[in-house]
């Protein structure tokens, strides 16, 4: 069974950070590259970062890079989003899934950024 759990999310002011959590069922996490996705209000859902099953460095979108860092810890099966500099921007809802994303969404966790 598919379990995927984000958490994490909250309201902060801009400049702030957060530290998003994704505990993934074991045999989703040990075989796939992960990544995070968002969906900010009225938009589609875009993905925003990605790693690798051996998690050698990460891959992110234009809008987040140097200010986003993707990680993951095998022996928790969990990956993780640091979120510094944040920007009003950056207001949406954060999903964990595979990459390329799989059918299963979680319900995700709400990131809040106020100017």
């Known amino acids: 069974q598919v379990q995927l759990v984000e958490s994490g999310g909250g309201l902060v002011q801009a400049g702030g950070s957060l530290r998003l959590s994704c505990a993934a069922s074991?045999?989703?996490?040990?075989?796939?590259?992960m990544a995070w996705y968002r969906q900010a209000p009225g938009k589609r859902r875009e993905w925003v970062a990605g790693?690798?099953?051996?998690?050698?460095?990460?891959n992110y979108a234009d809008s987040v890079k140097g200010r986003f860092t993707i990680s993951r810890d095998t022996t928790k099966s969990t990956v993780y989003l640091q979120m510094n500099s944040l920007e009003p921007e950056d207001t949406g809802l954060y999903y964990c899934?595979?990459?390329?994303?799989?059918?299963?969404w979680g319900q995700g966790t709400q990131v809040t950024v106020s100017s």
């Open positions: 790693i690798t099953v051996s998690g050698g460095g990460g």
């Open positions: 074991g045999t989703i996490f040990s075989i796939n590259s």
């Open positions: 899934n595979t990459m390329p994303a799989s059918d299963y």
